[in-house]
C-alpha cells in the first residue's frame, strides 16, 4: 500500500486477555516504530526496528509486551495478559534510514480498550 | 537525554487570528526538531523540521517554526488561522541526525481549536 497500514483499527478485550496489534509499513523502509499514545500523555515510544540491528526494546513499560518484525517489513507488538493501564491507541511509524529528512511516516493507530 | 515541554493542552483562536503554538526542548546535544501533526482520527504527518540549516523553518499549510538556542525553543506559529487548523499538533526531538536511528521524544501534544 502506499501508507503505513495498521490492523486492527479498534479491539475491546477483556482484562487479562492477550492482543496482538499488527503494523504493515510502507515498502522498502527499513526501520519501524511503535508508539502508545495515551488521552493527556503525547506519544509514549515503545520499541525501534532498524534492518537486520537488534530491537531498541528500551520504551516497552513492562514484559508483557513483546514485539517483532519478521522479515524486515510486517511487524507485530503483543500484549499479554491486557490490564485497563493498557487502553490507549497503538500507534506505529515507519521510515527511510537512507533518507536524511528524518520523517516518520505513521499509521492511523490501533486504538485498544481493555474492559 | 532529550525531552520537550509544550505547556498548556488546549489553545483556542479566531479565525483570521495569529496561531502561536510553543515548545521548549532540553538536549544534551544540538537538537533536530519537529512538528507533527495530527488530525481527528488520522495519523500523525510531518509540519516541519529543523535540522542546523536555516533557524526559521516554514512548512505545510503556511506553518512556519523558528528555532531559537538561547530559549531553547521551537514554537510554531501560523499568522491567519483557518477552521481547517483544529488539529492537535505534537513538539518532537531527536538528538541524532535524521536518517541515523531518528527516535524521536514527542511532547504531550496541543489542541487546536478554531472559532469560527
Known amino acids: 500500500g502506499a501508507g503505513v497500514s495498521q490492523s486492527p483499527s479498534n479491539k475491546v478485550t477483556e482484562k487479562g486477555k492477550d492482543v496482538e496489534l499488527r503494523c504493515d509499513p510502507i515498502?522498502?523502509?527499513?526501520?519501524l516504530y511503535w508508539y502508545r499514545q495515551s488521552l493527556g500523555q503525547g506519544l509514549e515510544f515503545l520499541i525501534y526496528?532498524?534492518?537486520?540491528?537488534?530491537?531498541?526494546k528500551s520504551g516497552l513499560p513492562s514484559d508483557r509486551f513483546s514485539a517483532e518484525r519478521t522479515g524486515g517489513s510486517v511487524s507485530t507488538l503483543t500484549i499479554q495478559r491486557t490490564q485497563q493501564e493498557d487502553s490507549a491507541v497503538y500507534l506505529c511509524?515507519?521510515?527511510?534510514?537512507?533518507?536524511?529528512?528524518?520523517?516518520?511516516?505513521f499509521g492511523e493507530g490501533s486504538r485498544l480498550t481493555v474492559l | 537525554a532529550q525531552s520537550v515541554t509544550q505547556l498548556g493542552s488546549h489553545v483556542s483562536v479566531s479565525e483570521g487570528a495569529l496561531v502561536l503554538l510553543r515548545c521548549n526542548y532540553s538536549?544534551?546535544?544540538?537538537?533536530?526538531l519537529f512538528w507533527y501533526v495530527q488530525y481527528p482520527n488520522q495519523g500523525l504527518q510531518l509540519l516541519l523540521k529543523?535540522?542546523?540549516?536555516?533557524?526559521l523553518v516554514k512548512g505545510i499549510n503556511g506553518f512556519e517554526a523558528e528555532f531559537k538556542k538561547s530559549e531553547t525553543s521551537f514554537h510554531l506559529t501560523k499568522p491567519s488561522a483557518h477552521m481547517s487548523d483544529a488539529a492537535e499538533y505534537f513538539c518532537?526531538?531527536?538528538?541524532?541526525?535524521?536518517?541515523?536511528?531518528?527516535?524521536?521524544?514527542f511532547g504531550k501534544g496541543i489542541t487546536l481549536s478554531v472559532r469560527p
Open positions: 511509524a515507519s521510515s527511510s534510514s537512507g533518507s536524511n529528512t528524518g520523517e516518520l511516516f
Open positions: 526496528f532498524q534492518g537486520n540491528s537488534a530491537p531498541d
Open positions: 529543523y535540522t542546523s540549516a536555516a533557524t
Open positions: 538536549s544534551s546535544v544540538p537538537p533536530y
Open positions: 515498502s522498502g523502509h527499513t526501520a
Open positions: 518532537a526531538v531527536s538528538d541524532k541526525r535524521p536518517g541515523a536511528n531518528s527516535k524521536l521524544t
